[in-house]
């Protein structure tokens, strides 16, 4: 992200999916196409690439300290954080959450029954998402939540390699405040443009890759465009 480029946003929230820079257990390994990391043999299915998911361990956690410290900056006091993860990022995004200043405040889960069998081995069939807050801590509803979510990946609705399911999204805003602006530094094919609009909130979206970018905002103005209709 730019400093420059948003200077006077406030963000009420921050909500993303990052690359993860994941998918093996060496460098080499994850230097492979995201496609081929992430994506089952069988499927059939071709998405535009995915940008930046090659770092190894170490360059993962500096530059995810440098996003989150200036999405920090951008955040007004008591805006909740919340950033996927897989099981093996998992403990350096937690790391980079605290190092770039935000309080850690717990992990929920995304349970997708929709993954592959392990054979031999337990089905990794959750994803994470990294809870946080820029203190003071803050409520923005009187409602309960639960700690695990269960949504399947639908693919059919995928539009990216890695999308998430808008009802996720749309859950996870819940915690956020009505009406606020949320910002995703990782935008992808726009799921979470698309759960503010859906739940009524404002939203920034960054994304490096022209295609996607340019995905996403045909599918915003759809979408923006299907409700001035209805
Ligand atoms: C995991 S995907 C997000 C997918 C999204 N949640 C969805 O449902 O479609 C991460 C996105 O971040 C983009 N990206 C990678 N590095 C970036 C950077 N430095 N700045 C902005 N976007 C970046 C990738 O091109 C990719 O589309």
Not at 4 to 19: E, K, M, N, Q
Not at 58 to 82: D, H, I, Y
Not at 124 to 131: G, I, L, P
Request: net charge positive; hydrophobic share 40%.
């Amino acid at each position: 992200m730019d400093r420059r480029s948003v200077p006077h946003l406030h963000a009420g929230a921050l909500l993303t999916d990052p690359p993860y820079s994941s998918g093996g257990l060496h460098a080499g390994a994850r230097r492979v196409e995201p496609a081929q990391k992430y994506l089952d043999a069988a499927a059939k299915r071709s998405y535009p690439p995915m940008l930046g998911d090659i770092k190894d361990q170490r360059s993962f956690v500096m530059w995810a300290t440098l996003w989150l410290s200036e999405c920090w900056r951008l955040a007004k006091p008591g805006a909740p954080v919340m950033v996927f993860s897989d099981w093996r990022q998992l403990p350096v995004v937690t790391d980079a959450v605290q190092a770039a200043g935000f309080e850690w405040r717990g992990i929920v889960v995304w349970h997708k029954p929709s993954a592959r069998p392990m054979l031999g081995s337990f089905r990794r069939d959750c994803e994470f998402v990294v809870h946080a807050v820029k203190s003071p801590s803050r409520t923005f509803t009187r409602r309960c939540f639960p700690g695990v979510y269960r949504h399947p990946v639908n693919p059919a609705a995928k539009v990216h390699l890695t999308s998430k399911p808008i009802k996720l999204l749309v859950d996870l805003l819940a915690i956020t405040p009505e009406g606020g602006a949320i910002l995703d530094p990782f935008l992808g094919g726009g799921t979470t443009a698309l759960a503010c609009i859906e739940t009524g909130r404002r939203f920034v979206g960054v994304e490096l890759s022209t295609e996607y970018y340019r995905l996403a905002g045909e599918r915003i103005k759809a979408e923006e465009l299907a409700r001035t209709r209805s």
